[in-house]
Structures are given as structure tokens and as C-alpha cells.
């Protein structure tokens, strides 16, 4: 063998090992795949390596994006008049049109379903004890468990996994085992041994309840400026949780410890390797038919980086946010630091985790009894983190569609910035000139349901807190054992792959 063959021979072997170490807990990889690049690895197969590296660079290993995606660049032009001109007005128009319509729910009959809704309320009335209330904890489909989940209403079928359709089957199956023993076993448990007061509450339902069973009244606990006025707290009552309320509590903080746990564990090598070889990653077709066009340059990301901290910080501090200076920066620490696990997760499942109970758990910590301030914090970790992964998502169909990145960043910087001034404008107006806005008697509607829900959320952490819901002597307390079982599912799970690695079980997946 030559001494130019020799070097490409091992070429080929780095190149594949690299893959190996990208890839090794890939559940999106088929495992006839891992095992060919393990043994030619192993054995130092120079012909075999060759051909996998071959495979590797000629097209892509996924058969989903072999499917949706060209592995061919034809040149168009992206930076143009026409494109700027529709993106601009789409973004007017989607940004405009979400602002105004946030504020009312959707009034949306399908009359499709007339027919099996007439259906199913005749076997209801006639066949089915319709005045059960075990019957209707398990199988009521608005204040009970649905454990026959039948629905042709796509915003449910969607809620949890965004399009169900698109993701993989390992994602959907390690939902299905979560919801099963987590949801639906756990809340039964919970509702039919009286934990938590369950036996007086509906057994799923988002509401909030005071002692006699009606819905717990924030307004009797705030004193002036919003703040927490403790002696109408005792003498209101607490704030109780239906069974599957507080397990969602309980399972967003299980989710975020397993997020961490599970990235350290199975995708920290990957990370290192990725890090130190950030701008030479090992090629597939679609990374090759990119490199012709000019990367984004960090610089670029730093000055938006510095001019958000610069405009929110003025935000916070010419405003009375009740957010102090320190909290700003922890908000934005604490998004920052779940962008790699989320975005991971994201990009193998499809499954999008937030913070959105999280941060204001934190924030209730930190500065008690401001809800304002609890309300700001919680926006600027969740959106941080939440625009992160949307931001990451475009960035791939950028590389998918081969749009240049310069040109996709600027698209992308500049829609937002545009988006912000009309929503303003638009919430402004809505607020300025519709009669009776935000209120449950505006006739057409414009509830604002959203902006409630959020306002409200946040006058329960800044105002009660998470101490007195959660702490030593909180009816919650039991729920922080959450964060352990988040923490020890990823290792039992890696222990399982590591005695059986051609099994299964290297499909499980705790964060999701």
C-alpha cells in the first residue's frame, strides 16, 4: 500500500470513528447501521470504512430526510426583492393577525363531527352511567382521565408532541410509557387514596380551588402594589391543586433534571467532540452543498446577544418591574443553560420542553412576594430558551432548503424586530378601541384567556409562593421528589443500554 493509500486508509477510519461518536446513541440511526460502523471501526476495515464514509458524505443516513429532503443545491437566489417583500408582509400580517387573536379563543364548530358527536352523546345517555363519578374520572374527557382518548380535533391530537405524524416512533412510544405510568397510574393512585385533599377536587382540571371547593380568589390575598398579604392569606384558605395539576408540577421539574442527567450521560462526548470540531464537522451531502456559502461570524451573534441584554436590562430597570438587576441576568443564565439539552432532545424527538414551570418556581425563591417581578423573570428564561429552539428549527430548514445562513439570519433578526412593533401596535389598538376588552362580558369575546392565565400564574408564584405550596410544611411537598426521579431514570436507563447495547432499550428516553 502506498503511503498516499495508507493516509487516506486512516482518514477513513477517523472520519468513521467521529461518526461512531456522534451517532453511538442515535435512536434515529438504524441499528444495522451502528453496528456496521462499530465492526469496521473495531477491525480497522479500511475498504469497509471507505465505503460506509462514502455512504455518509453521498447522501443522508436518515431515511425521513432522504425522503423530504434533495440532496441537490440548484443555485436560486434567496436574498431577493420578492423574498423580502412577502416575508415582510407574511410577518405583518401572521404577527398582526396572532396579537388580535390572542386575545379570544377560537370559535370553531366543525360541523364534520356533528354526526359522531351526536353519536357518541345517544351511547352516552342510553348505555353509559352518565351520572358516575368514577366513571366519568376515568373516561371523562374534559374534568376526568380519558383513558379512551378518542378525538378528531387536531389541536389535542398535536398539543404535546407539535405533529405526531413527523415524529419518530421511539418518541411517541416513550411518551405513551410516560403518560401510562406517570399520568394515568400515578393520578389514579393519587385521586382514590385521598393524597393531596383529591377526594374533594375534580380529578383533572387546570383550575385552582380554595377549602370550600370554589375557585381560589387571588384578589383576597394581594394587599397593595400586588404584594402578598399574609393574615388575608390565613384567613382565605390555601390553594389546592386537582391530582393531575400537581403532577404536572411534578413532572416539568422531573423532565428538566432528566434533560441535564440524560445530555451528561449519553451526549456528553458528543458535545466535546462537536465543540472542538465546530467548524469541521464530518459531511453529509447537505453540509457539503453548503459550505459554498459564507457562515454567519460569531461576532454577528455576540453584537445581538449584547443589544437584547442592553434593551431588556433597560426594560427592567426604567420600568418598576420588581425584577432586580441580578434576576435579569439569572433569567437569562437559566434559559441559556438549557439550551443545548433542550435543543437535543428537540432535534432527536421532536419534543419541545420548556421552562415555562420552572421559572417562575425559581423566581418565587428569589424574590417573594413580587408576582410582577416573578411574571417578568419567567418571560425573559422561557422566551430566551423557547425563541432558542424555534431559532435552531429555522436554522435546519435553512440547511435543508440550502438557503444561505446569512441570508436566514437576517430574515430571521429582521422579522422579529418587525414582529415586535406590530404586535405592540396592534395590542395597543385592540386595548384602546374595543369596548369592554379583557373582560368576561366583552361580546365578541376578546377574553384575553392567554394574557389571564399567564397574569394569574404569576400572582399565585410571586404572591403565595412556591414555599408555601411546595416547602417543608407545603400539602405539596411530596412533589419535589420529582427532581430525584428525574435524575436517577436517565442513569437506570444507561445502565440498561450498557448491559444490553443491541436492544431496545437504547430507544428509551427519560426527558421525553
Known sequence: MSLNSDKRAKGDIQELHNIELSHQWDPNLPQEKLDEIYEAVKTGDHEKA????????????????????????????????????????FTTVGSGLNMFLSMRPAAMIWPGQFANTALFYALHDK?????????????????????????????????????????PVHAIMNT?????????????????????????????????????????????????????????YKAYSPMFLAPTFALNYGLSFAALTAVIVHIILFHRKEIWHRFRAAQNQEPDIHLILMKKYREVP?????????????????????????????????????GAVFIIPTCMILGITNIQLSLNVLSPFLAGFM???????VMVFKVFSTITLGQAQYFCADLKIGHYMKVPPRVTFMCQVVATVWACFVQIAVMNWTLDNIENVCTTTQTAHFTCPNGKAFF??????????????????????????????????????YVLMRLFPRSKARLLNAPV
Open 50 to 89: 471507505a465505503e460506509l464514509d462514502k455512504a455518509f458524505v453521498q447522501d443522508s443516513q436518515y431515511e425521513e430526510v432522504r425522503a423530504a429532503v434533495h440532496n441537490t443545491d440548484g443555485g436560486e437566489p434567496a436574498n431577493t426583492v420578492r423574498a423580502w417583500v412577502l416575508g415582510m408582509l
Open 367 to 373: 424574590i417573594p412576594g413580587k408576582p410582577i417581578g
Open 298 to 334: 460569531d461576532w454577528w451573534y455576540a453584537a445581538l446577544f449584547l443589544a437584547s441584554v442592553a434593551l431588556g436590562l433597560a426594560g427592567i430597570l426604567g420600568y418598576d418591574s420588581q425584577l432586580p438587576w441580578w434576576g435579569f441576568f439569572v433569567s437569562i443564565i437559566v
Open 127 to 167: 348505555r353509559i352511567k352518565p351520572n358516575s363519578v368514577v366513571l366519568n374520572q376515568l373516561f371523562g374527557g374534559f374534568t376526568g382521565l380519558s383513558l379512551i382518548p378518542i378525538t378528531f380535533d387536531w389541536t389535542y391530537v398535536s398539543a404535546y408532541l407539535l405533529d405526531p405524524l413527523l415524529s
Open 176 to 232: 405513551s410509557i410516560g403518560l401510562v405510568v406517570f399520568v394515568l397510574i400515578t393520578t389514579i393512585g393519587i385521586a382514590y387514596t385521598g393524597a393531596f385533599y383529591s377526594e374533594y377536587l375534580p380529578i383533572n382540571t387546570s383550575s385552582t380551588y380554595d377549602n370550600t371547593q370554589h375557585s381560589y380568589n387571588v384578589s383576597k390575598i394581594l394587599g397593595a402594589g400586588f404584594t402578598f398579604d399574609e393574615e388575608a
Open 456 to 493: 394569574s400564574s404569576s400572582i399565585v408564584w410571586g404572591v403565595i409562593g412556591p414555599n408555601r405550596m411546595f416547602g417543608p410544611d407545603g400539602i405539596y411537598n411530596p412533589i419535589q421528589y420529582f427532581w430525584l426521579i428525574g435524575a436517577l431514570l436517565p442513569v437506570l436507563f
